[in-house]
C-alpha cells in the first residue's frame, strides 16, 4: 500500500467513543410520538477528555466512501422491500455527517430514516443531509428510543471505534423489533493487503497505535480505530450478541491506490478477504 491509503472509512465522528456513561437530556413530553425518540439535549458524562475532544475534531474524517455505502443500502432495502407495504423506522446510528445515509435513500423511499450520532459537529452537518438527526449515545445507559421501535438498523464503519462493543450491541438489539435488521460494516484486519503487510512486518492497514499520528503502516490520517475484526470474528461476536447471522459480504476500500483497485474489487468475491466487511443479522 502506498502513504496515500486511509486507515479508514468512517469514523462516525466518534459516535460514543465507547467511553461515556451519560444520559440523554429531554422529557417523554417531549418524545416522538411514533419512536419515543427525544430532542437533542446536553449529555453528561465521565469519558475521557482526549477521545471526546479528538472525535468532536472536525478535522477528524466522518464520509463513507461511497462503494461501500452503496452496497450496504443494497442489502438493507432487499431486506425491507417496498415502502407501500410497510413504511419502516431506519436508524443510522454513528450517522457522521449523514452521507451513508443519503446515499442510501434513493433505495429507501418511503422508508424513515433517522440519523443518530453523539458528536454536535457531526450533526450540524447530518442535518443538511438528513429531515430526521437524533444525538445518542450507545453507552449512555440507553439510546433516546423505545424498545424495539425499529425496523432496521445501520451500523456503518462504528464498532470499530468503541471501547464496549458488547454493551453497543445490546443496546442495539434493544431498540431492534424481533426479526428486526442488522446492517453493519468495518474494516476487515484479514483484508489481503493486510496479510501481505504483517508478513512483512509491517502493521495493518486500519490499525492505530495512537490518537496522536500514524506509526508504522501506511497512510496518514488518524481516524480512532480502537478493534478491529476479521469475517469469523465478526460473525461469531454478533452470534453471541443475540442475532442470526444471515449474510456477510465484502466491499471495497476508497483508499486503496488506484493500480490496485481491480485487485480490491475481485477480493470482495471472498469477504474474508475484503477490505470492508458487510454483515446483515437478524434479531432473534
Known amino acids: 500500500m502506498t502513504t496515500t491509503a ?5 469514523t462516525k465522528a466518534g459516535t460514543d467513543a465507547g467511553t461515556s456513561t451519560g444520559t440523554n437530556a429531554g422529557t417523554d413530553a417531549d418524545a416522538d410520538p411514533h419512536t419515543g425518540a ?17 472525535y468532536e475534531n472536525p478535522a477528524v474524517p466522518v464520509a463513507s466512501g461511497d462503494a461501500r455505502s452503496l452496497r450496504q443500502a443494497r442489502m438493507l ?30 433505495l429507501l423511499v418511503g422508508h424513515r430514516v433517522i440519523g443518530v450520532d453523539w458528536s454536535q459537529d457531526a450533526l450540524r452537518r447530518a442535518r443538511t443531509r438528513l429531515t ?11 439510546l433516546p428510543f423505545r424498545s424495539g421501535v425499529a425496523d432496521a438498523v445501520l451500523f456503518s464503519e462504528v464498532i470499530e ?20 435488521h442488522l446492517m453493519l460494516s468495518t474494516p476487515n484486519l484479514a483484508a489481503w493487503y493486510n496479510r501481505a503487510l504483517l508478513l512483512a512486518g509491517v502493521q495493518p492497514v486500519f490499525s492505530e497505535v495512537s490518537l496522536r499520528a500514524v506509526h508504522g503502516r501506511p497512510g496518514s490520517e488518524v481516524v480512532g480505530h480502537l478493534r478491529l475484526y476479521t469475517a469469523r470474528a465478526l460473525r461469531e461476536f454478533v452470534t453471541a450478541s443475540g ?28 469477504p474474508s478477504l475484503s477490505s470492508i466487511l458487510l454483515l446483515h443479522a437478524r434479531r432473534t
Open 243 to 270: 442475532f442470526e447471522v444471515v449474510r456477510v459480504q465484502g466491499a471495497p476500500f476508497h483508499g486503496v491506490p488506484r493500480p490496485l483497485r481491480p485487485l480490491d474489487r475481485l477480493a470482495c468475491a471472498a
Open 161 to 180: 471505534h468503541l471501547v464496549d462493543p458488547d454493551s453497543a450491541l445490546d443496546e442495539l438489539r434493544r431498540v431492534l423489533r424481533p426479526g428486526g
Open 77 to 106: 432495502a432487499a431486506a425491507l422491500g417496498p415502502a407501500a407495504a410497510r413504511p419502516a423506522v431506519v436508524l443510522d446510528v454513528g450517522c457522521g455527517d449523514g452521507t451513508a445515509a443519503a446515499t442510501a435513500a434513493p
Open 6 to 10: 486511509r486507515p479508514g472509512t468512517d
Open 38 to 54: 427525544r430532542p437533542p439535549g446536553a449529555t453528561t458524562g465521565t469519558a475521557p477528555r482526549g477521545l471526546r475532544d479528538f
Open 132 to 142: 430526521d438527526v437524533v444525538r445518542g449515545e450507545l453507552t449512555a445507559g440507553r
